[in-house]
């Protein structure tokens, strides 16, 4: 069992940086991949970036890919998600999650592949 708290979320003007923490509990942490997954008003929720359970691999989706930046801490038990040069578009809820299968290899893209879920936290860009 994992259980997932975001912080770090804000209101920052566009061109700003945010830095978001997902802290787990459980002593399993380091076996899982993670991922932030983010909600838009209105819309579904959709991925945003993983890594792997051992950290040394990470993908993006394209919208976010040179701006943001998928890391984790295994000793503090805390995965972290640095935005820079935050646009409008980003505004949205962010979810942190972690996978379904442990020590699984390659990369997770879908809601469907995670496990576990924190509530959320929200980001908000203005223009």
């Known amino acids: 069992q994992v259980q997932l708290v975001e912080s770090g979320g804000g209101l920052v003007q566009a061109g700003g940086s945010l830095r978001l923490s997902c802290a787990a509990s459980?002593?399993?942490?380091?076996?899982?991949?993670l991922g932030w997954f983010r909600q838009p008003p209105g819309k579904e929720r959709e991925f945003v970036a993983t890594i792997s359970w051992r950290g040394g691999s990470t993908d993006y989706a394209d919208s976010v890919k040179g701006r943001f930046t998928i890391s984790r801490d295994n000793a503090k038990n805390t995965v972290y998600l640095q935005l820079n040069l935050l646009k409008p578009e980003d505004t949205a809820v962010y979810y942190c999650?972690?996978?379904?299968?442990?020590?699984?290899?390659?990369?997770?893209?879908?809601?469907?592949?995670?496990?576990?879920w924190g509530q959320g936290t929200q980001v908000t860009v203005s223009s």
């Open positions: 999650a972690a996978s379904s299968t442990r020590y699984g290899s390659g990369y997770y893209y879908t809601k469907d592949e995670y496990r576990y």
């Open positions: 459980g002593r399993t942490f380091s076996s899982y991949a």
